[in-house]
């Protein structure tokens, strides 16, 4: 049970290039990312809930899944995979697994080991698209959290370009197909980009994009760079304010894209993903939701006119959802940037 998109991302293992489908196929699966509590924690979901989520996903055509060691479901993420192969879904590689390098795991001797842990926990022997989450380091230890008696973050050393190195090194022993980055702004791509002896180019920036932040400045510059820009919380976000910038409004009530969305006989959800597909920027819309989980992949049979598309624009405010002030005192917070 698969849509006409069959293969919405296919990134190549090349080290200078990353061959992306035409532009309508830039629809990558539910992330399945895990809710954040007070803490910014990642709170775990009742058993099989991921499992479910992955597996009807997967049948209504998603092949993209994006995840993490650290929200906690890789387990069932895998399992649902495993599941979907042995009944004939599909083959391994109509999957593309993105996992996710966190804060506590970038001094280079625990680059491998992190990845080898995803690759445990999913069973699988390796994944497609393997990314530093965050350009941030914290003090590695027992928790993804390290915290002082002040309850103030410890950071770490952060080295991009040593810990890129690892990640070329796991790339060169079959762990993953290709390598990128998330949340990086113009300044920390370019340490990738012009590092001495570079092996394997970033494919990937993965960043916030919606039509309130439509990020033009970084999205034209990782299109130079032929990188592909993947955009999280493209339906806007939650209402937490311990992590959500409430100075946002909520995006899919503003009345330009339910209008849009009326005379396409869509949803504001639906207008808001096609948007960014039209732009070339791949979506990862979150969900657990049975009904939202069909409802997101519906947008492969409708376009936007370009008059829509330059109002939609227009729509920018320039203010991120997900600001994370919690961690903006650190050297190579992204946020301070301009782009």
Not at 98 to 118: D, I, M, S, Y
Not at 230 to 246: C, E, F, K, M
Request: glycine share 4%; aromatic share 10%; proline share 6%.
């Amino acid at each position: 049970m698969t849509s006409t998109c069959t293969k919405e991302l296919n990134i190549s293992s090349d080290s200078g290039k990353n061959n992306v489908c035409d532009a309508k196929m830039h629809f990558i699966a539910s992330s399945l990312i895990l809710k954040q509590n007070n803490s910014f924690y990642f709170d775990k979901t009742p058993k099989g809930t991921t499992l479910e989520a992955v597996k009807l996903a997967i049948e209504v055509g998603y092949r993209h899944i994006d995840g993490a060691l650290m929200y906690f479901n890789e387990h069932e993420v895998g399992q649902a995979i495993r599941e979907k192969i042995a009944d004939g879904t599909l083959k391994r590689e109509d999957i593309f697994y993105c996992g996710k390098l966190w804060n506590t795991f970038h001094p280079p001797e625990l680059v491998r080991a992190a990845l080898q842990q995803t690759l445990k926990t999913l069973q699988l022997d390796y994944v497609d698209l393997y990314i530093i989450e965050m350009p941030i380091a914290f003090k590695p230890g027992e928790t993804f959290f390290p915290k002082d008696e002040n309850g103030k973050c410890l950071y770490h050393e952060t080295d991009l370009c040593a810990t890129w190195e690892a990640l070329e090194a796991c790339k060169e022993a079959g762990l993953t197909k290709s390598l990128g980055v998330s949340n990086f702004n113009k300044r920390q791509l370019e340490l990738i980009l012009k590092k001495p002896g570079l092996k394997h180019r970033p494919v990937s920036n993965q960043v916030e994009c919606h039509p309130y932040f439509t990020q033009p400045k970084l999205l034209e510059y990782c299109q130079q760079n032929n990188i592909l820009v993947v955009g999280y919380s493209p339906l806007g976000t939650s209402r937490d304010a311990s992590w959500v910038n409430l100075a946002c409004p909520p995006m899919l009530e503003d009345e330009l894209l339910v209008s849009i969305a009326h005379k396409h006989k869509k949803t504001p959800a639906q207008v808001a993903l096609r948007f960014n597909i039209q732009r070339g920027v791949a979506v990862i819309p979150k969900s657990f939701n049975p009904h939202h989980i069909k409802d997101n992949f519906q947008v492969f049979d409708f376009s936007l006119s370009d008059a829509e598309m330059k109002a939609i624009l227009g729509l920018n405010k320039n203010i991120r959802f997900v600001e994370l002030p919690m961690w903006s005192d650190h050297p190579e917070y992204p946020f301070n940037d301009s782009y």
